[in-house]
């Protein structure tokens, strides 16, 4: 009866001296790293607080044309939306990589990601 507790005592040591083995040679999972879209949103955060939303056309008082019985034109339309120019600096970057993002070039959209955050931290 001696030789059940001297191995099973065996058997303890050998199972728990490979779970300590084993937890040893398991590497530590990488951090996650955040995907372009999540470091889009957090850019596009820090851009609008930077240059603040543009500043919306003013309102103008209704002309005499305006009151006719006339389609607008394309030109009278243009002029009423306010056309703003486009985006430059670190707001054309982030524009650029939200269309990488959107076609699917994570690399491509990180390096605009890359560049947008530089233009910011004035690199």
């Given amino acids: 009866m001696t030789a059940k507790p001297a191995f ?4 303890v040591a050998s ?4 779970g300590l ?3 040893v040679a398991v ?11 999540e470091q889009i ?7 609008d607080a930077v240059q603040g939303k ?3 056309p003013r309102s103008e008082p209704q002309s005499v044309g305006a009151q006719l019985d006339q389609q607008p034109t394309p ?5 009423a939306t306010g056309n703003l120019p486009p985006p430059v600096g670190p707001a054309a970057a982030l524009n650029a990589a939200q269309n990488f993002q959107a076609a699917g070039d994570e690399a491509k959209c990180l390096k605009a990601v890359g560049e ?3 233009m910011l931290e004035g690199r």
């Fill in 15 to 18: 199972v728990l001296a490979a």
């Fill in 41 to 47: 949103v957090a850019l596009q955060k820090r851009v």
């Fill in 116 to 118: 947008a955050r530089d």
């Fill in 27 to 37: 590497p530590l999972a990488p951090a996650r790293a955040e995907s372009c879209l």
């Fill in 54 to 56: 543009p500043a919306a």
């Fill in 8 to 11: 099973a005592r065996t058997v």
């Fill in 75 to 79: 030109g009278s339309v243009a002029a």
């Fill in 21 to 23: 083995l084993a937890a």
